[in-house]
T-cell receptor, first 111, second 115 residues
Framework: GENVEQHPSTLSVQEGDSAVIKCTYS??????FPWYKQELGKRPQLIID?????GEKKDQRIAVTLNKTAKHFSLHITETQPEDSAVYFC??????????FGKGTTLSVSS | NAGVTQTPKFQVLKTGQSMTLQCAQD?????MSWYRQDPGMGLRLIHY???????DQGEVPNGYNVSRSTTEDFPLRLLSAAPSQTSVYFC??????????????FGDGTRLSIL
């Protein structure tokens, strides 16, 4: 089945710095790439997504880039704040709607 | 709209007991799925359904059964619970798209401990 590799597993930054999380995949048929944020004890929540016909998408301090040729996509968070501290998951679709998730990145933003 | 509702929120079982985790959505979504979340393992897909009467296996289906008799409900059954099934279980739903993926709406999760 599809394999999604997510790196790094933990990331510690200072408030105001940028954070980048990268995911690589193998199935060239995947065409939907969302990112989810999960705070402790809460449900995963969608923060941004990108489709295969787009190379980059931004939403305020968050951006996602996609390189379909190299089969990787990345989450970029600029001007990080303490409230950005959470676990972030990349995902991609397999066989249409079914989502397969990476193992997660724990982001810690210290003030 | 309540969104995706999971019950119970917490449950403790003994090895060998059976249990059904309930999931209901009121958004008329055709696609529903179950994930389990374990530390360091991310969310792993157990089973999914593209509509009433249709289910399919995900990455880790062993030990779990599902059925989909209505659009709204997608229960997950553990027939004989094992300690390895201790986990947090999330149900999710979305509109169905057979070509492209759709944002998934997650429930609040069920925390299951098996002794």
């Amino acid at each position: 089945g599809e394999n999604v590799e997510q790196h790094p597993s933990t990331l510690s930054v200072q408030e105001g710095d940028s954070a980048v999380i990268k995911c690589t995949y193998s199935d060239s048929a995947s065409n939907y790439f969302p990112w989810y944020k999960q705070e402790l004890g809460k449900r995963p929540q969608l923060i941004i997504d990108i489709r295969s016909n787009v190379g980059e998408k931004k939403d305020q301090r968050i951006a996602v880039t996609l390189n379909k040729t190299a089969k990787h996509f990345s989450l970029h968070i600029t001007e990080t704040q303490p409230e950005d501290s959470a676990v972030y998951f990349c995902a991609l679709n397999q066989a249409g709607t079914a989502l397969i998730f990476g193992k997660g990145t724990t982001l810690s933003v210290s003030s | 709209n309540a969104g995706v509702t999971q019950t119970p929120k917490f449950q403790v079982l003994k090895t060998g007991q059976s249990m059904t985790l309930q999931c209901a959505q009121d958004m008329n979504h055709e696609y529903m799925s179950w994930y389990r979340q374990d530390p360091g393992m991310g969310l792993r897909l157990i089973h999914y359904s593209v509509g009433a009467g249709i289910t399919d296996q995900g990455e880790v289906p062993n030990g779990y059964n599902v059925s989909r008799s209505t659009t709204e409900d997608f229960p997950l059954r553990l027939l004989s619970a094992a300690p390895s099934q201790t986990s947090v279980y999330f149900c999710a739903s979305s509109p169905l798209d057979r070509v492209e993926g759709q944002p998934q709406h997650f429930g609040d999760g069920t925390r299951l401990s098996i002794l």
